[in-house]
């Protein structure tokens, strides 16, 4: 009978007995990984459907992975690719348990701390449940295919037997020594925040990817890789696989050492692993004093001290200090803020880098600024009915508005002017900066002011309770027709501007065309003013249905 057999509230084992062994263990704990496993899939058909799907996609992807690194095989600066690759999954292992910690729940090792289990008995038993699972299996084949790429002649051979398992265990210690490292904080809200930033962390990535690939195939193909793989092949646990190339060039002195560079990291990862579960298990948890504290600390702080004491005084800096407190402790609106503004500089400065890069693609930092005006009371969720009971005329709610709408032109604005001075300066078109300013400042305004009608016009909820969910079911449709309809007239309301420089440009105004900026920001002024006056008895005769909206889910 297996530990999942046993009755609730039942002990492990018997009174007195004496804590189980490595042996012992490890088959319990590869049962109980696929128990959990199939009662996860038991759930719903759509939790199975999702895995089906991910297994279909997982053994596609890491048949041509395979593939493709065997038929790498040969190739003179193969080693560099496969250094390069193994040190990004090997990354990869490392960061994923900090943003997905709720992905497998083995990884949660406070489960087992009231259970008499050894830490070394336990650490053997749990990387051998952790090689189960599409992860190991994509880690394996990328391991496999390395070696078929590299290895060559009998040396070469012997360290690549040697080099597939060593690169694995050292991806799963390194992931599972993070994992019990940080689970204190992980299972925090600072460690939700975490979670929800994941999906920032993805949309960069493939930007830098995307680049990557763009400058690989501009330098020459694989031969740009070599300065890096040069330093990668002594890191572990591309080490390894640095050192299969090395014995297969006669290099046995040095493939020796790369080797051991390996192993080291694997027993330094499971020392680190066994002093984070010898921690969790002997010390106690830390957050009941911290949260001891807390009262003392209020009593001796200011909520209105500091930076706070700039905003205006009553209402309107009251919203703006609500708003922005809001952007840094809500997980929620702090994701959408932090990937706002990193995407927001990110593809600007992508794009300037590129051969035929414009200063133009500034603009894009504020149009995603701009996006954060939509949904204003869905920002607020169910808390929103504390809001409604301030709001009783049209003149409140245009103060609400226009008090939210400064908050956002607080970090906007100046963040607008960075991003286009940046991008001026990659581009090296400085001369173009007072028109780019111009026309970011009109399209913010508009978003602004769209922003408000759509928030009056189109509530909708944001749940709580999923790091990945933005929209309540039901509402995705009044979503979309919020966030994409209002972009498509923020552009239509930035026509005259746009229209203006073309034409200036075209007529050889260009002596004239710093007077985009003044006439940009006097624009964007004019129309987010228009769309507060529109919003504001919108959301006075309306305060029942968003209260109704932005309350489901």
């Known amino acids: 009978m297996s530990v999942t057999d046993l009755p609730a509230g039942a002990p492990a084992t018997a009174p007195g007995a004496r804590p189980a062994g490595a042996q012992g263990l490890t088959p319990v704990f590869v049962r109980l990984k696929l128990a959990l496993l199939r009662n996860g899939l038991r759930q719903s058909s759509g939790r199975r459907a999702a895995y089906v799907t991910s297994v279909v996609v997982t053994l596609l992807f890491t048949a041509l ?7 790498l095989r040969g190739h003179a600066h193969a080693d560099a690719l496969v250094v390069l690759l193994v040190a990004v999954l090997a990354l990869g292992w490392a960061v994923m348990p900090l943003f997905f910690p709720s992905g497998d729940e083995t990884l949660d090792p406070t489960r087992l701390v009231m259970l008499p289990l050894r830490p070394r008995s336990l650490i053997v038993a749990l990387l051998t449940a952790s090689l189960v699972g599409l992860g190991p299996l994509f880690t394996l084949s990328l391991a496999v295919g390395s070696a078929i790429a590299l290895a060559h002649g009998a040396a070469g051979a012997v360290f690549a037997v040697v080099a597939v398992p060593l690169a694995l265990l050292v991806c799963v210690a390194l992931a599972r020594a993070v994992a019990a490292g940080n689970i204190r904080l992980l299972t925090s809200r600072k460690g939700r925040d975490l979670a929800v930033l994941s999906g920032l962390v993805i949309a960069v990535g493939i930007q830098f990817v995307n680049y990557g690939a763009q400058r690989l195939g501009a330098a020459g193909g694989l031969a740009s890789l070599d300065p890096a793989a040069a330093v990668l092949r002594w890191v572990p646990p591309a080490s390894a696989f640095g050192a299969v190339d090395s014995a297969s060039k006669g290099a046995y002195g040095q493939a020796v050492a790369q080797s051991l560079l390996a192993v080291a990291a694997l027993v330094c990862a499971v020392w680190l692993w066994q002093r ?10 830390g957050s009941t004093l911290a949260a001891a504290s807390q ?25 703006m200090q609500r708003s922005l407190r809001y952007a840094v402790r809500d997980p929620k609106t702090k994701a959408a803020w932090v990937t706002s503004l ?23 930092a504020a149009g995603m600024l701009g996006t954060q005006m939509y949904n204003q009371f869905g920002q607020d969720t169910s808390a929103f009915w504390m809001v409604s009971l301030t709001i009783s005329s049209a003149r409140d709610a245009y103060l609400e508005l226009r008090a939210r709408a400064l908050a956002l032109l607080v970090v906007t604005v100046p963040y607008s002017v960075l991003v286009t001075v940046v991008t001026a300066a990659v581009v090296g078109n400085w001369k173009a900066l007072p028109e780019v300013m111009g026309l970011s400042l009109a399209l913010l305004g508009a978003m602004l002011g769209l922003g408000a009608v759509a928030s009056a016009r189109f509530a909708y909820s944001i749940p709580q309770d999923g790091a990945h969910k933005s929209v309540a079911p039901g509402q995705a449709g009044i979503a979309s027709i919020s966030i994409f309809g209002g972009m498509l007239f923020a552009a239509v309301l930035s026509a005259p501007l746009i229209a203006l420089t073309i034409w200036l440009h075209l007529s050889g105004g260009h002596g004239w065309l710093w007077l985009i900026l003044p006439v940009g920001a006097g624009y964007g002024t ?4 228009a769309g507060l006056r529109l919003a504001a ?9 968003i209260l109704a909206a932005v309350s489901k889910g």
């Open 342 to 364: 990193a995407v927001g500089l990110i593809v600007p400065v992508i794009n300037a880098v590129q051969e035929h890069g414009s200063v133009y693609f500034a603009c894009f």
């Open 526 to 529: 004019l129309i987010g003013w």
């Open 276 to 285: 984070s579960l010898e921690k969790l298990m002997t010390a106690p948890d």
């Open 295 to 319: 009262p003392e600390r209020a009593r001796s702080g200011r909520s209105g001290g500091g930076l706070w004491k700039l905003l205006p005084e009553g209402r309107t800096g009251t919203v």
């Open 65 to 71: 992975q395979l593939t493709g690194l065997v038929l």
């Open 537 to 545: 008895p919108r959301t006075a005769d309306r305060l029942p249905e």
